[in-house]
């Protein structure tokens, strides 16, 4: 395996900026290095996605300590200081070399980082200080250069392949499953890599969500709008063996994955005429995205986003219905995306971090009614100076399918 | 939703074994309690996967302290005592009505657990002492009972679908990839759950694997014999674009996923007639299964199956390509399986946990030849007194494929 028989290896010049952001954060966060685990974090700022620990000093080039394998990270990585890591105990001589010794502040990935390894880490590296590298990893994963945005663009060919699909595949009678199975295989044949990569523990995630009917407003375990009720409770989200009916509302909600990249995008089937409550509130869904887009220009904080939302859904009487029913709502509207399908910032309550140019950002306002089911819409966009760029391209008209 | 309307909801009889293992090997380790928060770990020993938080004290009754959702965790759980948890501060006081005061010891998954978590935990449960939860809960999951077994053979039943269909399915110049979604399609017509749990960091994994001629031998960031390419450097491991080609030795190794438990499947299609090293190969892994099989019964230590396998691999000659090759080889030769992929024990180098009876084990011995490919065979076991009982019932000769 050489560099040129893999795609999706970023040149030196592509990953330079981001590891300057990254730096620059570290610094303005009172850190000297980070030492980076997840394999999103590794090949973002390396190129390469083997089993790796990389150290980003704030002063310095970085070093990637490889597991396995190692040939391959450096084939893949354009890093100039590519090495084998034998054990954990190759760390601690390894900072010492890049002059983070006793007395240094070292970033970890705590949101994701096993205890066990912290502790690790705390027993191997004494008189350091480890605190929190997420805050610089997201500023460095924030705007997305233009090679990235080519494979957010392949990941959106994806799921428009998958809308495109849809009307041909929907039928009354299909369990909601089946038609993520389809979904999925479309998209699968368009180039998805299958694993969509969704941060934290417990985030097991299949390509997306087809909610129909009641099933789209049963709430579960997760930090979205949508949980559904699963094929069973030992997964207890997604799509059920419910069979789609005449009159559903269908949620579809799909995430294309093209060299590591997602994108995310949501569209409503109407299966025959739903209730007039979910056909008005589609148009109030609608609303919201048109109101949001109007904020997504760099500088504004992501919460924002969320918050000229519920006024639009306040407006139309739907407050309590908004990212969720009653006391099971959700407080955002959406989330930016990239290597990961939950990048921060959420667009959340409470979350002030100012949109950048160049973040890629879904925005996916959801009308929940409990026992009658729920609409949304969802599109992925490139923040810019000059208003966005959206990026998922397929019309968002309820499609419209006789049953 | 009602525990009627879902499937794979144990009774509160179902529960009491696995909750007295944990007790007891908490106590045995000199635990007070176990704090769990893994979705595996919660359903397996509460009955439901909604985002929870389970504590199981040595004496005294479980609580489950459920963040989202109530009421799905009410319904599918037969645990007693299902409480709502608003904040994470709610824990110290419902640990201390627990009799789980300060001074008590307080197990976590400290293999899972996020860095940041513990760190919470640590913070808010002042003068309690934090261990590892993982000795008990292994003990706990490690014999599946004839409830957890049904589960397994539907699962199993998926992973016979997909090798049912795999003759008419192969062709030259099929890529590798395309394969796998194949056969993926095929299990979610079965009932395939879509995400198959496989614990720790970075264990990103869509099906199994499907790997062809020379693919077969691309060594990788997984502590699995087969890594694979990939589709792209941001994945860098698994199935590639590479078509399949006359003379290939392809490895498919697929998991079924039914109710939340996993089977664990792999057969070696000769797509024509692939180098005469890897048919002879192939015949050494059956060989090693055959050895391996001898040795399933309770009170085997787990590493007895890696070196009984190395030994057969030796006296054919072929210890440098045992479950990889040279420096890349694992020192594995299969693993448990339950509610995740990787369950412990593994069948590893100094791995001496018994086997114990019931236990549900994968034995996967495969032969790499870097540059030429690799095969392998794979069935899935329940430990018996009396002798193993296959679960995986599809015949182990290699499925020859006319190109």
Redesign the interface.
């Known amino acids: 395996?050489t560099?040129a028989?893999?795609?999706?290896?970023p040149s030196r010049a592509e990953l330079e900026p981001r590891l300057q952001r990254l730096r620059d954060a570290l610094e303005e966060g009172g850190l000297d290095a980070a030492l980076l685990?997840?394999?999103a974090s590794v090949?973002h700022l390396s190129?390469?996605?083997?089993?790796?620990q990389l150290i980003v000093p704030v002063r310095g080039e970085p070093l990637l300590l490889v597991?396995?394998?190692l040939?391959?990270a450096r084939a893949?990585s354009a890093l100039g200081a590519v090495e084998p890591l034998v054990s954990l105990r190759g760390l601690e001589p390894a900072l010492r070399a890049l002059a983070l010794g006793p007395g240094s502040s070292i970033g970890?990935e705590?949101?994701?980082?096993?205890?066990?390894?912290?502790?690790r880490y705390a027993a191997l590296l004494p008189d350091r200080r480890l605190a929190?590298a997420m805050p610089a990893v997201w500023a460095a994963r924030a705007p997305k250069s233009p090679w990235e945005l080519e494979h957010v663009r392949a990941a959106c060919a994806q799921g428009s392949a998958a809308m495109h699909a849809l009307p041909g595949l929907v039928r009354v009678g299909m369990p909601e499953?089946?038609l993520l199975?389809e979904l999925?295989?479309v998209m699968?044949?368009h180039?998805h890599?299958?694993?969509v990569?969704f941060r934290?523990?417990?985030s097991?995630?299949?390509?997306g969500q087809v909610l129909a009917g009641a099933s789209a407003a049963?709430?579960?375990?997760?930090e979205t709008p949508l949980?559904g009720?699963?094929?069973?409770?030992?997964?207890?989200?997604?799509p059920s063996r419910r069979p789609l009916a005449a009159g559903d509302a269908v949620v579809v909600d799909v995430t294309g994955l093209?060299?590591?990249?997602v994108s995310d995008q949501t569209r409503t089937v109407f299966l025959g005429e739903p209730d007039a409550r979910l056909v008005s509130a589609y148009e109030t869904c609608r609303a919201i995205l048109d109101a949001c887009e109007q904020l997504l220009v760099p500088g504004t904080p992501a919460s924002a986003l969320y918050e000229r939302g519920l006024e639009v859904a306040t407006e139309a009487g739907l407050d309590a219905h908004y990212m969720g029913f009653g006391p099971?709502r959700i407080r955002f509207v959406g989330h930016a995306i990239g290597?990961e399908l939950n990048e921060a910032p959420a667009l959340a309550r409470g979350v002030e971090t100012p949109l950048v140019e160049g973040a890629v950002i879904a925005v996916e306002p959801k009308l929940l009614f409990p026992g009658l089911g729920a609409v949304g819409v969802e599109n992925s966009y490139v923040v810019r100076a000059g208003g966005p760029e959206r990026l998922t391209l397929a019309g968002d008209d309820p499609i419209r399918v006789e049953p």
């Not at 190129?47 to 790796?52: D, L, R, S, V």
């Open positions: 395996v560099a028989t893999v795609s999706g290896t685990v997840s394999s090949y190129g390469t996605a083997q089993n790796a597991r396995r394998d040939e391959r893949e970890l705590l949101d994701v980082l096993p205890a066990a390894d912290y502790l929190d499953a089946d199975s999925a295989y699968r044949a180039g890599e299958g694993t990569r934290g523990l417990n097991e995630f299949w390509f049963v709430p579960g375990p997760t949980a009720p699963g094929l069973s409770a030992s997964q207890g989200r997604g093209a060299d590591g990249y099971d290597l």
